[in-house]
């Protein structure tokens, strides 16, 4: 007994941070399915579409670029510059289990170094954080670059630097095991909360 409870605190002892706080919340059982703006884990494409739809009606939402991502524009004054957040999620089972977004400074330009994504860090966990709380670990892949990490329940949120401009955030249902072909690709013209429309 006595041996397996120290063998239990080595183990815990070699564990980072982050690998405490995935055992952590996944053995909790929590689910936590909401994303923002109404979506969530597990909601099909038809549900997603009427409801950015419904955003795009509201004025609250627009087509990103190429139409492929869905764009929100924080209109708050408290960054650097206005913000714009492009999202659109990856589906399994025609279920969304991933939202991946992008974040950028609207005045963004090669010259502008204050508009850089590692400028825009603090700005992107600051809104994470109003939505989802505070916890994020600042910790570093593999490759040795920094990468910002927050698990609730069975909700991953991971920041990152995607490159000079962006700075990438993937909220995925650790739950869901991701499909060997992301099927959740967009493609065509219409915006995206056109794409089923005819279907509706």
């Not at 397996?4 to 405490?20: F, G, I, Y």
């Not at 490759?143 to 490159?163: C, F, S």
Request: hydrophobic residues 35%.
């Amino acid at each position: 007994m006595l041996w397996s409870l120290l063998v239990t605190m080595l183990a815990l002892s070699c564990q980072t941070d982050n690998e405490k706080m995935l055992e952590r919340e996944m053995g909790s059982k929590t689910r936590q399915d909401s994303i923002f703006f109404g979506l969530y884990f597990g909601m099909n494409s038809k549900d997603f579409y009427q409801r950015c739809f419904e955003l795009n009606r509201q004025g609250l939402v627009t087509n990103g670029p190429e139409n492929n991502t869905v764009l929100y524009r924080f209109s708050d004054n408290e960054y650097r510059s206005p913000v714009d957040m492009n999202f659109y999620p990856a589906f399994s089972n025609d279920r969304i289990y991933l939202m991946g977004i992008v974040f950028n400074y609207q005045g963004w330009a090669p010259w502008n170094k204050d508009l850089y994504a590692e400028k825009l860090v603090p700005d992107v966990l600051g809104i994470l954080e109003k939505w989802y709380g505070s916890g994020f670990l600042h910790i570093k892949s593999p490759d040795g670059k920094p990468i910002w990490v927050k698990v609730t329940g069975n909700r991953q949120i991971l920041v990152r630097l995607q490159n000079e401009r962006n700075v990438r955030v993937e909220i995925s249902d650790l739950t869901v095991r991701p499909p060997a072909a992301d099927a959740g690709k967009n493609t065509g013209q219409r915006p995206v909360w056109e794409k089923n429309k005819s279907d509706q």
